[in-house]
């Protein structure tokens, strides 16, 4: 059988990407002239480490959790409440101080060394192991028998919010705090900066960390601060005005050429095939 469809509440959007310093500034420079401010205006924006997981919605009533839905289509995703409810860093129950209903959004994801023990359980197993720890949150996730999720150290950092009549703060900090009060896992890296500079200077500090983290990251996210300019700006078709995701470049490493050779096509032509030191 298959997951139920759960339609969102609100939509879980995607972001924009930056991929430069000049993007960043452009991205700063389109808030500003939305919004009619003079181009010196400094924005307090949050940025966090972006986690190559899989996005999950946790739906608290009464302050007890009734509903996981996966991202899905963005509109329409799957309930998976059962797998959810196994993952162990993600309460059941928020405290008397959280309210009566809220959406809290955020990552499913696996450590690299768990994935790693994981991997290695499979291949023990006689099974396939799995391509990286971002298909590995994945699947784990999307089993059929709960019991196996439970068996699996899945994780999970909350960043955002769907619906929420009422919100513990008037910004992304603030409101991020509350859910770390609440006892929701958030991530420690997450900074709040007060100029373009500060921005830049925190992701090249997150960049030089990133081998050494113990999970996958692909970039960061930057996000304005103030929740009323954010409803100001509101969203484009797919994606919010007022965040924006900073790509990383791809990992590189140095590695050792060990041989050519020379392979042989049907045609006669002749490609020649790197033979790499595995990094």
Known sequence: CRFAKVRHAGPMLSLDNAFSGEDVAGFLQQMRNFL?????TEFAVTAEPKIDGLS????YERRKLVMA??????EEGENVTANILTVKNIPHELPASAPDLIEI?????????????LNAA????????????RNGAAGSLRQQDASITASRPLKFFAYSWGEAPELPGETQWDVVQAFKGWGLPVNPLMALCHSGAEILAHYRRIEAMRASLGYDI???????NDLALQKRLGFRTRSPRWAI???????????????IDIQVGRTGALTPVARLRPV
């Open 36 to 40: 009619g401010l003079p181009e010196n």
């Open 56 to 59: 999950m919605s946790l739906r």
């Open 69 to 74: 839905a996966t991202r899905g289509d963005g």
């Open 105 to 117: 959004r955020g990552e499913i994801y696996l450590s690299t060394q768990d994935f790693a023990d």
């Open 122 to 133: 499979l291949v023990a197993a006689g099974e396939k192991p799995l391509a990286n720890p």
């Open 218 to 224: 692909d970039g960061v996210v930057y996000k304005l």
């Open 245 to 259: 995701a900073h790509k990383f470049s791809a990992e590189q490493a140095t590695t050792v050429l060990e041989a």
